[in-house]
C-alpha cells in the first residue's frame, strides 16, 4: 500500500456532496455577528445600541465589559488578552489582542461587539444597527512607516519593534569585504493572504445536565482549541470536546488558536444554555484573519569567479500587523529556510519584525519560505548574470553535495533546533529539471519565438523545505471483532488525504485490506494528544505513529495467535486480515478472531467471530484473565517524537510568454522536480503540488492585499482580490526523486508546502529572462511589468527599484 497510488477515499463523500462542513452542522443554533472596526486605529469612546434593542430576534450583545463583569462573576478568562503561542526571547515586546477590543483598536476589522440572534439575518440586521464612535488616531501602515516610527501601534512598544533577531554563521562582513565580486539587491514581496474557500467557524453547545461544552471549529488544531477554551471558560479539560469536520481549506490561517470567535461562541453558548454559531463571511475573512508574505529584504552576497558563494549578508524588514500571537516565526522561516539547498559561505542574517495597523500576520503555506526563496534564488540568478554564466551551472557550484549529509548549516530552526539537514540529493534533481523542462534546448526555442515576434523567458527556482517540525503526534489502532480496524489521529485534516495517507499506513503494517481501516482526525472525544496540522508535519508524524501504533497492534495479534495456533510468532504472517502460518496458509486464524480472543470476556457479535472461542483454551485457573503486562482488546498506542526535522527539497521550473504590447504574462510550461522522501501516496502528493503551484501562481502575478494610507483594505472581496482560476493555472509537468529520510521508521518527508515555494522566484527568473531587466518586487502584473518596460526604455533604472507600496 505504501507507495501506490491509491484514489482518494474521501473525495466520492466530498465530491458529492456528502461533506459536512462547519456551516452544514447546527442549523438549530442561535447565530453571531460581529461588529468591527472601522478605523485601522482608534480608541472607542462610545458604543451606542439603542437602535439595535427592538430588533425581533435579539437575544444578546455583548461588548468588552460584558466579557470583564461575566469573568468577575463566573471565574471565567475571556476578558483577558489572548494567548502568545510561541514566544520567542527575540519577541521583546510581544502583544496579543483582546477578543473584543477593550479600549482601543489596532486594524480595521478588530471585533468590537459580538451580536447574538435567532438567526444569522437577524444578527446582521442588528450589528448594523449598532454605532461605535472613535476618536481616530494615526494608523502605521507599512513598513517604511513603521520603520520611521513617528506613530506607534502600541504605545509601549518603541520604534513598532516587536522583535529583532541575528544569526550568523562565520563572519560574514570581513568575507564580504574580501570578495571578488559583491551585489546587492532590493528583493520586496507584498502582503497577500491564504483565502481557504471555507472561512472560519464555531458551533459550540452547552449541556447543562452533564456540565459539558461540546464544540466545533473549523480549525487545523482542535485540541489546541480545547485546550485554550477549557482554559478560558475554566471548564476541566475533560468536559470540552473539541471536534474538526470536515475542512475546506486551511493552509496556515486556522493553526491560530484561540481566534476571538472560538472563544466568544463557547462562552456564550454556556451563558444563554443554547447552541450558538458563527461562520466567517469572505469579506470578515479578509478584514480579521491573517495576511502574511510582506517584507523588505536587502541582500549583500560576495562570489568567486566562479560564481560560488563567499558571504551572504542579509537584512529583512518583517510587517508582523497589529499583533503577535503566532510569534516571529514567519521571519524565522525566512531567515533560515532562504539558504536552499546551497553552502552560503559566512552567512549573516538580521530580521526587525514591525507591528502596523493592519491584520495579524501568522504563517500561509509555505511560511516565510517563499520570501526566502525568491532572495536567494533572485540572487543566484544576478551572480550569474553577471559573470555571464549558465543560471543552473552557479547553483551546481554552490550545492551541498550527497555524500555531505547530514549537513549543519550552524543555524537554529523554527523549532529551537540546530539547522541540519538530513538526506537529499540536489545535483541529481537539478539533472531532472533541466531534463524535463529541456534547459540546454531552450536558446534554439527562443530564437526561433523570438523570430516570431515573440517573447519567452525560462526561470529555475530550487529550495529545501524544514517539514515534519516536532515535538510529537500520536494515534490510536483498534480492530474491533467484526474485522473493523479503527484509526485515530489528533491532528486535523483540510483536504490533504489523510483518511487514504494513513489507511495505506496502517493496512500495510497490519496487513489488512485498506477497505476495513477507517481513519478518524481532528476529534478529542477519539484522540486527546496532538500538536495541528501545520509545517506539512502530519505524513511525517501521523504517519509514523499510525505505523507504530499499527506495529504495537500487529505484534499482540500474532501473540495472541501464536497461543491460539500452538506455533511462533516468526511462523505467521498477515495476509488480508488472516494470521497464517508461512507456508501452511491452512493454518491460519482471522484478526478478528484474534480481536475476540484479546477481550477475557469473548464479546462477538459476529458468528464467524463465535467460533473461534475453541482457540481460547481456559488459561490458568490460578491467574488473572487479564495478565499484568497486558491489556484487554486488540489496540494500541503510540506516539512518534522526532529529534529534529527532515528537510524535503524541489526545483521548479517555468516557461512564460510576455504579450509584447499589453504585457500580459502567460505561463506557457511549469515543472517540478521534488523530493518528499519515502511517497506514501504518489497521486496525492501530486495533487499537493499542483495545488501549491496555483498558489504560487496567484502569489507571483495575481495576489496581493491592498490598503491606504489609514489602513483601509482596498480590495476585500475576490472581485478584486485576484485568485487564479483553472484558466490560469498550467498544465503542471511532474517527476520525483526519493532520498528517505533517515530519521523517521518510514523515510517520510512532507509535502504540503512544497508546491507554493517557488513561486515567486521561478516567475520573475522568467519573466525577466524574457525582458531582458532585472525584476525586484514580487508580485507583479501586466500594468507594472508595463511601466517597467516605459522605465526601462528611458534608461531610468531607479524605477526598475520601484518604490514599495504599502
Ligand atoms: N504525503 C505522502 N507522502 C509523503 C508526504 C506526504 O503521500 N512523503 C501525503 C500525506 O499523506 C498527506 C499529504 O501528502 O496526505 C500532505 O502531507 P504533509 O506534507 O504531511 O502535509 P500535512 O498533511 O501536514 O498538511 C499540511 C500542509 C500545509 S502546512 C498547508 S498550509 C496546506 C497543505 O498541507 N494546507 C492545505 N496542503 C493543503 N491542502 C489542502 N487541500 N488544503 C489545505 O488547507
Redesign the pocket.
Known amino acids: 500500500m505504501i507507495g501506490s497510488s491509491v484514489v482518494r477515499r474521501e473525495d466520492a463523500r466530498l465530491l458529492t456532496g456528502g461533506g459536512r462542513f462547519l456551516d452544514d452542522l447546527g442549523r438549530d443554533a442561535l447565530a453571531a455577528a460581529f461588529v468591527r472596526s472601522t478605523v485601522a486605529h482608534g480608541r472607542v469612546t462610545d458604543i451606542d445600541v439603542t437602535d439595535a434593542l427592538d430588533v425581533d430576534g435579539l437575544v444578546a450583545i455583548y461588548t468588552y465589559e460584558d466579557l470583564a463583569a461575566a469573568d468577575a462573576e463566573h471565574g471565567t478568562r475571556v476578558a483577558e488578552a489572548l494567548p502568545l503561542l510561541i514566544p520567542h526571547p527575540a519577541l521583546t515586546h510581544g502583544r496579543t489582542g483582546f477578543a473584543l477590543a477593550r479600549d482601543e483598536v489596532k486594524y480595521m476589522g478588530e471585533p468590537v461587539v459580538m451580536v447574538v440572534a435567532t438567526d444569522r439575518y437577524v444578527a446582521e440586521d442588528v450589528a448594523g444597527r449598532i454605532r461605535v464612535t472613535y476618536e481616530t488616531l494615526p494608523a502605521v501602515v507599512g513598513i517604511e512607516q513603521a520603520r520611521d516610527g513617528a506613530a506607534l501601534v502600541h504605545a509601549d512598544v518603541p520604534g513598532n519593534v516587536a522583535a529583532h533577531l541575528v544569526q550568523e554563521v562565520g563572519d560574514a562582513r570581513a568575507a564580504l569585504a574580501a570578495a571578488p565580486h559583491v551585489l546587492d539587491l532590493d528583493l520586496d514581496v507584498e502582503r497577500s493572504a491564504c483565502t481557504?474557500l471555507e472561512g472560519k467557524g464555531v458551533l459550540a453547545r452547552w449541556h447543562a445536565d452533564e456540565g459539558r461544552l461540546q464544540m466545533w471549529s473549523s480549525t487545523q488544531t482542535s485540541t489546541g482549541v480545547r485546550a485554550a477554551v477549557a482554559a478560558k471558560l475554566g471548564l476541566p479539560l475533560v468536559k470540552v470536546d473539541c471536534i474538526t469536520p470536515d475542512?475546506g481549506?486551511?493552509?496556515?490561517v486556522k493553526i491560530v488558536h484561540p481566534w476571538p470567535e472560538e472563544v466568544l461562541v463557547p462562552w456564550a453558548a454556556r451563558l444563554l444554555g443554547a447552541a450558538v454559531k458563527w461562520t466567517e463571511d469572505r469579506r470578515e475573512h479578509f478584514v480579521s484573519s491573517a495576511h502574511e508574505r510582506r517584507q523588505l529584504q536587502r541582500v549583500r552576497v560576495g562570489f568567486d569567479d566562479d560564481g560560488r558563494l563567499l558571504g551572504l549578508d542579509v537584512t529583512l524588514w518583517h510587517d508582523n500587523g497589529a499583533y503577535t500571537p503566532y510569534g516571529i516565526i514567519v521571519p524565522i522561516i525566512t531567515a533560515t529556510q532562504l539558504l536552499g539547498p546551497y553552502k552560503p559561505g559566512a552567512y549573516r542574517v538580521e530580521f526587525t519584525s514591525l507591528y502596523t495597523n493592519t491584520v495579524i500576520v501568522t504563517?500561509?503555506?509555505?511560511?516565510g519560505r517563499p520570501q526566502g526563496v525568491y532572495a536567494m534564488e533572485r540572487a543566484m540568478d544576478a551572480i550569474a548574470d553577471a559573470l555571464g554564466k549558465d543560471r543552473a551551472a552557479v547553483r551546481a557550484v554552490n550545492f551541498i553535495r550527497p555524500d555531505e549529509f547530514p549537513y549543519d548549516q550552524g543555524l537554529t530552526f523554527q523549532d529551537g533546533r540546530p539547522l541540519i539537514y538530513d538526506s537529499g540529493d540536489y545535483p541529481q534533481m537539478l539533472e531532472k529539471i533541466k531534463a524535463l523542462v529541456g534547459w540546454d534546448d531552450f536558446a534554439a526555442y527562443r530564437a526561433q519565438a523570438a523570430a516570431q515576434g515573440r517573447r519567452v523567458g525560462l526561470g529555475l527556482a530550487c529550495y529545501v523545505e524544514g517539514?515534519?517540525v516536532g515535538p510529537y503526534e500520536g494515534a490510536h489502532v483498534q480492530v474491533e471483532t467484526s474485522g473493523r480496524v479503527n484509526v485515530a489521529i489528533g491532528?486535523t485534516?483540510?483536504?490533504?488525504?489523510?483518511e487514504?495517507?494513513?489507511a495505506q499506513i496502517a493496512a500495510d503494517v497490519l496487513g489488512v485490506r485498506i477497505e476495513d481501516v477507517h481513519v478518524t482526525s481532528g476529534d478529542t472525544r477519539r484522540f486527546g494528544y496532538a500538536v495541528g496540522?501545520?509545517?506539512?508535519?502530519?505524513?511525517?508524524m501521523s504517519?509514523n505513529a499510525v505505523g507504530l501504533a499499527a506495529g504495537k497492534v500487529r505484534e499482540k495479534a500474532l501473540r495472541i495467535a501464536a497461543d491460539a495456533l500452538e506455533v511462533s510468532t516468526s511462523d505467521l504472517e498477515i495476509v488480508d486480515g488472516d494470521i497464517r502460518v508461512k507456508g501452511a496458509p491452512g493454518t491460519h486464524i482471522p484478526l478478528k478472531t484474534v480481536a475476540v480472543l484479546s477481550n477475557p470476556l469473548r464479546y462477538a457479535f459476529d458468528a464467524s467471530a463465535a467460533a473461534a472461542t475453541q482457540f481460547a483454551g481456559g488459561g490458568s485457573p490460578d491467574a488473572p484473565p487479564v495478565a499484568e503486562d497486558d491489556e484487554p482488546g486488540l489496540e494500541g498506542t503510540d506516539y512518534y517524537s522526532p529529534v529534529r526535522s527532515t528537510f524535503a527539497s524541489g526545483m521548479h521550473a517555468a516557461v512564460v510568454e510576455t504579450d509584447p504590447e499589453t504585457a500580459e504574462i502567460t505561463v506557457l510550461r511549469y515543472c517540478v522536480v521534488h523530493d518528499?522522501?519515502?511517497?506514501?501516496?504518489?497521486m496525492?502528493?501530486e495533487g499537493?503540488v499542483h495545488?501549491?503551484v496555483a498558489q504560487g501562481v496567484g502569489g507571483a502575478l495575481y495576489e496581493r492585499i491592498a490598503y491606504d494610507e489609514n489602513g483601509q483594505i482596498l480590495n476585500a472581496s475576490f472581485m478584486d482580490f485576484l485568485m487564479p482560476y483553472s484558466t490560469e493555472v498550467p498544465t503542471i509537468e511532474t517527476d520525483h526523486l526519493e532520498t528517505p529520510s533517515p530519521l523517521n521508521p518510514l523515510g517520510?518527508?512532507?509535502?504540503?508546502?512544497a508546491g507554493v515555494i517557488p513561486g515567486m522566484a521561478v516567475f520573475a527568473a522568467a519573466i525577466e529572462d524574457a525582458e531582458g531587466f532585472p525584476i525586484r518586487r514580487m508580485p507583479i502584473s501586466p500594468s507594472e511589468l508595463y511601466d517597467l518596460r516605459r522605465a526601462h526604455a528611458a534608461g531610468d533604472l531607479a524605477s526598475l527599484h520601484h518604490p514599495s507600496p504599502r
Do not use: D, M, W
Not at 496540522?533 to 511525517?540: G, I, K, L, N, P
Not at 518528499?676 to 504518489?682: F, K
Not at 517520510?748 to 508546502?753: F, L, R, S, T
Open positions: 481557504p475542512v481549506g486551511g493552509f496556515g504563517p500561509y503555506r509555505g511560511a517539514t515534519g491532528l485534516t483540510q483536504g490533504q488525504g489523510h487514504t495517507a494513513f496540522t501545520f509545517a506539512s508535519r502530519a505524513a511525517v504517519g518528499c522522501g519515502t511517497l506514501v501516496n504518489p496525492i502528493v499537493q495545488g501549491g517520510i518527508k512532507g509535502a504540503g508546502e
